[in-house]
């Protein structure tokens, strides 16, 4: 297994800073990136108390892929991946820059499997929806890494290590998910608030483990009881969180912001690991 300290001498073309806080973001309804809410006004809120970052690298639930790709064009299109809300949202843009050359580097520092440099996805609402309260002016260059499909937790969890050093060069690194998401069970009766009783228990399992930086039980979340597994009927929306956690170091606490449940089977659970 890759360990934090082999990753903490790359270089590249970004100066070297502080050590950047890494984020897991459940974000929730594509009307998240319209609406002032009590979640979105967090995303801006955090975004103030953090150092402002060279760049940000999103692993979004909603890049699916077969291999790992990323984002590596000059200007990323916004996306619009979703279907059955306003036309208000569908007429969102976020024009922030890419970054190919940090994509390249990125690409290259890690070493457990082939990145592929892409020119034809964007930033997807798990990216945007997020990023565009934290940062309205759009002037911060965006990355996303995709997930590959084909692969258990514990690889995501370990080829977030390889990416330990570009949070020495100022990149934020945010994973975008839900940690419990299933839409199939979702209450509109809930929809403002309140969980089922098993989204609520999973969610507290995960928080336990998160807090107590317990991340076996996590990467192995299939063996954590049946409420974790109605809670994760399909990973995409799980798997960021690998990616902030893997990030963490040793020295490192974690804290927990918008913790409420949503729809009676999401939560909106959140995780800023460092300052």
Known sequence: MATLN????????????????????????????????????????????????????????????????ITAMDLPPTIHDFGGFPQALFDVQYPAP??????????????????????????????????????PAANIPILQLSIDYTKEAKFHYNLAKELYALRKKGVLILGSGNMVHNLRMMSWEMINGGGYDWAIEANEKFKTAILTKNHQPLINYQTMGSDVILGIPTPEHYLPLM?????????????????????????????????
């Not at 590249?12 to 979640?39: C, R, W």
């Not at 690409?107 to 034809?120: G, P, Q």
């Not at 990616?243 to 963490?248: H, K, V």
């Open 98 to 135: 890419g970054n190919p050359e940090l994509a390249k580097e990125t690409a290259d520092l890690v070493k457990s499997t082939s990145i592929l440099l892409d020119h034809d996805w964007g930033l997807d609402h798990g990216a945007w929806s997020v990023i565009k309260h934290m940062y």
């Open 6 to 69: 082999q990753f903490k001498n790359f270089t590249s073309g970004l100066p070297q800073t502080a050590l950047m806080p890494v984020l897991f973001m459940g974000h929730g309804s594509p009307m998240n990136g319209i609406e002032i809410n009590e979640f979105s006004s967090k995303w801006e809120e955090i975004a103030k108390k953090i150092p402002v970052p060279q760049a940000v690298l999103v692993i979004s639930a909603h890049w699916f892929t077969k291999g790992t790709k």
């Open 243 to 275: 990616y902030s956690l893997g990030l963490q170091n040793e020295q490192e606490e974690a804290s927990i912001f918008n913790d409420k449940a949503v729809g009676g089977s999401l939560t909106m659970t959140s995780v800023q690991i460092g300052n």
